[in-house]
């Protein structure tokens, strides 16, 4: 295991408190300070959200609060080639035929 010496300066009462747990249990300090730093390293690692969190924009600015409505009938089962029924929607069959030029 790859060491680096460092000194910290702790006060007088944490030492004390640092050398009694460290005699009860028959360790040095240095041990009980390098597993503290371990165990606090650790528990801030995890503590960080994935990079990937907010990188995207889906351009819809209600999407957070209308997300049920956006995600009704996702997943649900349509034969082959069969396009879910549009109600009312403005973006149906006869819309993407007005952009193809049809």
């Given amino acids: 295991m790859d060491r680096v010496k460092t000194t910290v300066y702790l006060r ?3 030492y004390g408190k ?3 747990i460290a005699d009860a249990e028959n360790r ?3 041990e009980l300070v390098r597993e503290a730093v371990a ?3 650790a528990r801030k690692a995890r503590a960080r ?3 990937s969190i907010g990188m995207g924009d889906s ?3 209600d999407l957070a609060e209308r997300y049920e409505e956006y995600l009704d009938g996702f997943g649900e089962d349509h034969p082959a080639g069969a396009a879910p029924e549009a109600d009312d929607d403005p973006q149906g069959p006869d819309a993407s035929a007005a952009h193809r030029g049809d």
């Fill in 59 to 61: 351009g819809i600015p």
């Fill in 39 to 41: 165990e606090y390293a």
């Fill in 12 to 14: 007088a009462t944490d």
């Fill in 18 to 20: 640092l050398k009694s």
């Fill in 28 to 30: 040095s300090a240095a």
């Fill in 49 to 51: 959200l994935p990079r």
